[in-house]
């Protein structure tokens, strides 16, 4: 009995042309219809391993590692500089989904830069931030900003230690003026000291101490260590003359002393609320309204 065998059906030769196309592996340069072209690797018609990307519109260079069409891994990124005439460094580091994240290093200006851990393209977790005035900050970042424990030293040689919250000082902190040589030691709420307690802290080596110095706590000049003499007296207050009262307040006191220190009472034909007075408070003059 003859065999009979069905004949292959012929592919569609768009396939065939499109897998040749696939590209894989390395590619000198491909060109995209804005200009932008691309040299490296490639897998799966996406770009994936190590390559160099230019960007027509912005100038930029990314060079490094690429995963599945996005950049992923190592890479610098690079701006071209008009007046230099050369490509500058504007960041390096890792990346992530196309984003900086991970530790990287970040250039804003010739002498401003930001070197620490990166998260969805933000300074997140610790990090070291150079300013242009000179100011430095180290310590806690999250979404842009100083949130966490940080020390942000000053071009003059001023430092605060403590916690910051969104990018200001809130929380504990310690700021030291060592061109007065005093510590401020208290609490801050968006980056106003609220209360603490400020002391001398260097102020012999201080460039600039203050005139006078701050007396410690329990010195015989302050606080319950102080002798009789050197407490201080408390205020005399010169209390009005009777007449003065009774012509602003329209009632007459039965007894009491002007200039001294007593029991004051109104008198029956004034009203019947009394004025009781310690011997250290003068008498409370009621206000015009009750009467």
Request: proline share 7%; aromatic share 14%; net charge positive.
């Amino acid at each position: 009995m003859p065999l009979s065998k069905c004949p292959k059906k012929s592919e569609t030769p768009w396939k065939e042309w499109d897998r040749k196309a696939q590209k894989n592996g390395l590619r000198h340069q491909v060109f995209a219809v804005n200009g932008d072209h691309y040299v490296g690797e490639w897998k799966d018609n996406m770009k994936h391993g190590k390559g160099t990307q230019f960007w027509k519109k912005k100038g930029a260079i990314y060079e490094g590692d690429w995963k599945y069409g996005k950049r992923d891994g190592y890479g610098t990124l690079s701006l071209p500089d008009q007046e230099a005439g050369k490509y500058q460094r504007v960041y390096s580091g890792w990346w992530k989904n196309n984003k900086k994240s991970g530790y990287g290093i970040q250039f804003y200006g010739p002498k401003e830069y930001y070197e620490g851990e990166w998260c969805g393209d933000q300074r997140s977790g610790w990090g070291r931030m150079y300013y242009s005035n000179g100011d430095i900050y180290e310590g806690q970042w999250w979404n842009d900003q100083h949130e966490g424990e940080g020390m942000l030293r000053l071009k003059n040689g001023n430092r605060y230690e403590g916690y910051w919250q969104r990018g200001m000082k809130n929380g504990h902190g310690r700021f030291f003026h060592l061109d007065h040589g005093q510590l401020f030691e208290g609490f801050w709420v968006d980056d106003v000291a609220k209360c603490g307690t400020m002391i001398d802290f260097g102020r012999d080596e201080a460039p600039q101490p203050t005139q006078f110095p701050i007396p410690e706590v329990g010195s015989p000049h302050q606080g319950p260590g102080a002798t009789p003499r050197e407490k201080q007296k408390p205020a005399v207050l010169a209390l009005p003359s009777l007449s003065q009262l009774e012509n602003r307040h329209g009632f007459v006191f039965s007894q009491g002393i002007p200039g001294e220190v007593g029991s004051w009472e109104v008198a029956p034909e004034a009203g019947s609320l009394g004025l009781p007075c310690s011997p250290n408070q003068p008498p409370a003059i009621p206000s015009r309204s009750k009467f």
